[in-house]
Nanobody
Framework: QVQLVESGGGVVQAGGSLRLSCAAS????????MGWYRQAPGNERELVAT???????NYAGSVKGRATISRSIAKNTVDLQMNTLNPYDTGVYYC?????????WGQGTQVTVLS
């Protein structure tokens, strides 16, 4: 069973930065795409950023210019660097991976941005 484990969440002041990391139980090169979603209380889960096996990236408009998604083959992780955080970025951040038509999700990591 494929497993994804997120880390790097926490509490940060508005204007601060966080780096989230998603570790996979198999080679990240096996995934067609990987990325991050987030869910704020009372809201639906929404896309934050994705990266394909070919390295193409896509960002939600709300984070474009503030977020960078990247893959580390050496660490076998997909990372999300978030800068200039604001309270609207608060939520549980979930890593996902698309593999052979299946989507696997991590358990999530909480990000709280204080105003």
């Amino acid at each position: 069973q494929v497993q994804l484990v997120e880390s790097g969440g926490g509490v940060v002041q508005a204007g601060g930065s966080l780096r989230l990391s998603c570790a996979a139980s198999l080679s990240i090169g096996s995934f067609k795409a990987m990325g991050w979603y987030r869910q704020a209380p009372g809201n639906e889960r929404e896309l934050v950023a994705t990266i394909t096996a070919g390295g193409q990236t896509n960002y939600a408009g709300s984070v474009k210019g503030r977020a960078t998604i990247s893959r580390s083959i050496a660490k076998n992780t997909v990372d999300l660097q978030m800068n200039t955080l604001n309270p609207y970025d608060t939520g549980v951040y979930y890593c996902y991976g698309s593999l052979c038509g299946y989507v696997t999700w991590g358990q999530g990591t909480q990000v709280t941005v204080l105003s």
